[in-house]
């Protein structure tokens, strides 16, 4: 029986999106998972074929005892892969290990950290200035040595999702920020870098025998607040023709410079002053709704080339669709319990419209976004132009009404 095997997943978005994919491919699924509320909803994975809760996904022998009980059972493992942070190199390591085709184990080792990343493109233009802080050096001490290079960027460097990332614009912000983390964080160094001013930009990237195949250029629209919150996605892009010939060749230059000759990742950029900065750079398909948002541009299901590639076979990205997409994402703003949402139906009915999704329950604590996981819903519209597709998402969105008790 060929299988797929994934490590984690989330329950949604483009790691769920993939394992369903693999299902329609042909092929029987097997989802690891450290989550044990997983298992108690097992009736709502039904693409899993068979799932396996393990306390520590990252525990190597655990899998491997696990993967040789698969093998007795039959499963011909055809290949192993994770689109969740931070287990896409332990797939990587468990690949090569079963002689399976895998994406470059020393790129994503070095894309897992954002200080290797840093380390590692030290040397070229589109990196930012940076400082890797060791834990044992006080705060103020920090604050002295920066307090004339504000604004700053303070990072936890194995942040994802816009998690643990802060932005000081004051000394009192720095320090603040420092501390924050080092309270979360006690014996972690922290990652502070310059802060870049631009418009910000998401890069899809497969890369196919030392190819560097560019899927999709995404604006991202980001909230007026200090935790760099993605509430709007654009594709594709309004890039001019110097824009995007630099942008590829930047893309190129990084992916080069760190060794990745075959995989997938996306990267986050700003243009600044004419050039293109790295914000970051993450060995997998960005999260959420990004399948779906270049799904509905393309028509290219991009999880399935990734599942391709790691089959060995060549990514097609042909595309059958030309369309702007717009991703309207929904936060709340005050810390509340959901009693219930209403307008799903409406916000489905109006023309354009291709999904509404819903995350939270009933009974669920929802707060104000301090990271990615705080954003509760969206809605994607696909028109002709790019303003008429963020007029209806953003009309859509409006609909979505999150009635909540107080907390």
Request: proline fraction near 5%; charged fraction near 25%.
């Given at each position: 029986m060929d299988t797929i095997i994934f490590i984690g997943s989330n329950k949604s978005g483009t790691s769920r999106e993939a394992i369903k994919t693999a299902e329609q491919m042909g092929f029987f699924t097997v989802l690891f998972t450290d989550r044990e509320k997983f298992i108690e909803q097992r009736e709502e994975f039904p693409d899993v074929h068979q799932m396996v809760y393990l306390e520590d996904l990252q525990n190597r022998e655990s899998l491997k005892g696990q993967l040789g009980l698969l093998k007795r059972q039959g499963k011909n493992i055809k290949a192993c892969l994770s689109l969740v942070d931070p287990f896409v190199y332990t797939a990587t390591l468990l690949s090569i290990e079963l002689g399976l085709m895998h994406p470059s184990p020393a790129a994503i080792y070095k894309m897992e950290e954002k200080t290797r990343v840093?380390?590692?493109?030290?040397?070229?233009?589109?990196?930012?200035?940076?400082?890797?802080?060791?834990?044992?050096?006080?705060?103020?001490?920090?604050?002295?040595?920066?307090?004339?290079?504000?604004?700053?960027i303070v990072k936890y460097p194995q942040s994802n999702g816009s998690k643990d990332v802060i932005l000081a614009e004051t000394e009192r912000e720095l320090e603040q920020g420092i501390q924050l983390l080092r309270k979360q964080f006690p014996e972690q160094a922290i990652l502070i870098e310059e802060y870049l001013n631009g418009p910000q930009f998401l890069i899809e990237v497969?890369?196919?025998?030392?190819?560097?195949?560019?899927?999709?250029?995404?604006?991202?629209?980001?909230?007026?607040?200090?935790?760099?919150?993605?509430?709007?996605?654009?594709?594709?892009?309004?890039?001019?023709?110097?824009?995007?010939?630099?942008?590829?060749?930047?893309?190129?230059?990084?992916?080069?410079?760190?060794?990745?000759?075959?995989?997938?990742?996306?990267?986050?950029?700003?243009?600044?002053?004419?050039?293109?900065?790295?914000?970051?750079?993450?060995?997998?398909?960005?999260?959420?709704?990004?399948?779906?948002?270049?799904?509905?541009?393309?028509?290219?299901?991009?999880?399935?080339?990734?599942?391709?590639?790691?089959?060995?076979?060549?990514?097609?990205?042909?595309?059958?669709?030309?369309?702007?997409?717009f991703a309207q994402f929904i936060t709340v703003a005050a810390r509340g319990m959901l009693l219930r949402v209403t307008g799903k139906n409406r916000a489905l009915s109006l023309e354009g419209v291709k999904e509404v999704y819903v995350k939270p329950r009933k009974g669920a604590i929802l707060t104000p976004p301090y990271s990615l996981g705080e954003r509760y819903a969206y809605v994607i519209a696909s028109a002709e132009s790019f303003p008429e597709a963020k007029k209806i998402a953003e009309m859509a969105a409006k609909e979505i009404k999150f009635f909540m008790e107080p907390l």
């Open positions: 840093r380390k590692a493109l030290q040397d070229l233009d589109m990196n930012p200035f940076f400082i890797v802080i060791p834990s044992e050096e006080p705060a103020e001490k920090v604050v002295e040595r920066f307090e004339h290079s504000l604004p700053l497969l890369v196919w025998e030392g190819k560097v195949l560019i899927v999709g250029v995404i604006e991202q629209f980001i909230s007026k607040n200090d935790r760099f919150i993605v509430t709007g996605y654009h594709y594709p892009a309004s890039l001019s023709e110097t824009q995007h010939e630099k942008l590829e060749s930047v893309v190129k230059k990084v992916l080069s410079t760190l060794d990745m000759t075959m995989g997938s990742c996306h990267l986050e950029m700003r243009w600044v002053n004419g050039e293109w900065k790295l914000i970051e750079i993450n060995p997998r398909v960005s999260g959420g709704a990004m399948n779906q948002i270049l799904h509905e541009g393309t028509g290219i299901n991009l999880v399935q080339e990734i599942i391709k590639i790691h089959l060995g076979q060549e990514p097609d990205l042909t595309q059958s669709k030309h369309k702007h997409v």
